[in-house]
């Protein structure tokens, strides 16, 4: 699947669970604080959403990043992700064009957290600032990754580290020279 085929049926997914729960688009913004034009055109396939937008967007809606993004795991306690088969996103230009792979199933019972392989491009910061629900851990793979928290606080991290903070503190993610990519986990979303 493309990832405009993949971006429209996100969208789709979205607005079958809003309206399962009897949510108006107005509703459904106000609950996770994006604004109604970029929701109503997310549900069409013709914006994407920020990886923090999609975490307030899941959490209102009270369904997991993988359930949205169509991954499901069935029954199984299992749950393997390929690299080929990774569903992929790539964030808006004003998002910083990160590019987010998931590595969650649904599988029944797992602890409540989404873990993405992100890639951020050099140079380029997603804006604006981020926040959301739960609890962010970081591991850089590979390159260096800048994360400013609440415009007081910038960290500088490199291939091998790693960061942890509470997602309700507005952040920003900037990739180094190179591009960087990054293993995230946000737990308790």
């Not at 607005?15 to 994006?34: G, I, K, N, P, Y």
């Not at 797992?110 to 993405?116: S, V």
């Not at 291939?159 to 942890?164: P, S």
């Amino acid at each position: 699947m493309d990832t405009n085929e993949s971006l429209i049926q996100i969208g789709l997914r979205a607005r079958d669970m809003r309206r399962r729960r009897d949510m108006t688009l107005d509703e459904l913004s106000a609950a996770a604080a994006l604004s109604k034009g970029h929701l109503s055109r997310f549900e069409r396939g013709e914006k994407s959403l920020s990886m923090a937008a999609m975490l307030r967007l899941t959490e209102a809606l009270r369904m997991s990043v993988a359930a949205l993004l169509g991954e499901d795991q069935g029954a199984d306690d299992i749950h393997v992700v390929r690299r080929a088969e990774r569903t992929r996103l790539v964030a808006e230009a004003e998002d910083g064009g990160l590019v987010m792979q998931s590595l969650n199933g649904s599988m029944p019972g797992r602890p409540d957290y989404a873990a993405f392989v992100v890639t951020c491009p050099e140079g380029i910061a997603h804006s604006p600032e981020a926040f959301h629900s739960g609890c962010e851990a970081i591991f850089v793979l590979r390159g260096t990754l800048t994360v400013r928290l609440e415009q007081s606080r910038e960290i500088a991290l490199d291939t091998g580290d790693f960061l942890e903070f509470p997602g309700h503190r507005r952040h920003v993610l900037s990739g180094g020279p190179g591009g960087t990519e990054i293993l995230l986990f946000v737990l308790g979303n």
